[in-house]
T-cell receptor, first 112, second 114 residues
Framework: GQSLEQPSEVTAVEGAIVQINCTYQ??????LSWYQQHDGGAPTFLSY????GLEETGRFSSFLSRSDSYGYLLLQELQMKDSASYFC?????????????FGAGTRLAVHP | DSGVTQTPKHLITATGQRVTLRCSPR?????VYWYQQSLDQGLQFLIQ???????AKGNILERFSAQQFPDLHSELNLSSLELGDSALYFC?????????????FGEGSWLTVV
């Protein structure tokens, strides 16, 4: 089967740095994505890693280690608007097609 | 605005009833995905279509069915509704299947079963 583990909640203060970890167990792994979802809103794409290493997009960076089945999302210079849920998602290849499977999400609360 | 349109935005219905949720993907996107999100839960993958054909199935109940039409819009049919079916149902679309391509979510359809 497939499983993804990420912390349920993380708390941080404005201006700080926070790292949200994601470990996964799956066959046919293709890549790891991160999505952000504000309460009541739609998930929006943040980043995608297919190869090992760090991908940087502004204040957000994402890292992947395929050998460790592990990735993380790093959020720098936190702002109040970053308070949201963050989902890691694995793209898997099975049965001839790709699927995108989401973790349970990490709720980030940013405080002044 | 992601370009993915879902209707209705909100729906309240009684147990045992049947509802249809509709999704129009972004212009040019051939793949459509349906996800279910219960209160404070993650996104549960239900089903995926590509250019009218079913491509992948997740934890979709037998009471639920979906299809993608020639104009690429999709419908998710939920029947014999139970209280536990109350959730936010998201449709998403992408150009191709997920191979690293971003998928774009609609705003969701809130279903409340009473």
């Amino acid at each position: 089967g497939q499983s993804l583990e990420q912390p349920s909640e993380v708390t941080a203060v404005e201006g700080a740095i926070v790292q949200i970890n994601c470990t996964y167990q799956t066959s046919g792994f293709y890549g790891l994505s991160w999505y952000q979802q504000h309460d009541g809103g739609a998930p929006t794409f943040l980043s995608y890693n297919a190869l090992d290493g760090l991908e940087e997009t502004g204040r957000f960076s994402s890292f992947l280690s395929r050998s460790d089945s592990y990735g993380y999302l790093l959020l720098q210079e936190l702002q109040m608007k970053d308070s949201a849920s963050y989902f890691c998602a694995v793209t898997t290849f099975s049965g001839g097609y790709n699927k995108l499977i989401f973790g349970a999400g990490t709720r980030l609360a940013v405080h002044p | 605005d992601s370009g993915v349109t879902q209707t209705p935005k909100h729906l309240i219905t009684a147990t045992g009833q049947r509802v249809t949720l509709r999704c129009s993907p972004r212009s040019g996107d051939l793949s459509v995905y349906w996800y279910q999100q219960s209160l404070d839960q993650g996104l549960q993958f239900l089903i995926q279509y590509y250019n009218g054909e079913e491509r992948a199935k997740g934890n979709i109940l037998e009471r639920f069915s979906a299809q993608q039409f020639p104009d690429l819009h999709s419908e998710l049919n939920l029947s014999s509704l139970e209280l536990g079916d109350s959730a936010l149902y998201f449709c998403a679309s992408s150009v191709q299947g997920v191979g690293g391509n971003t998928i774009y979510f609609g705003e969701g359809s809130w279903l409340t079963v009473v």
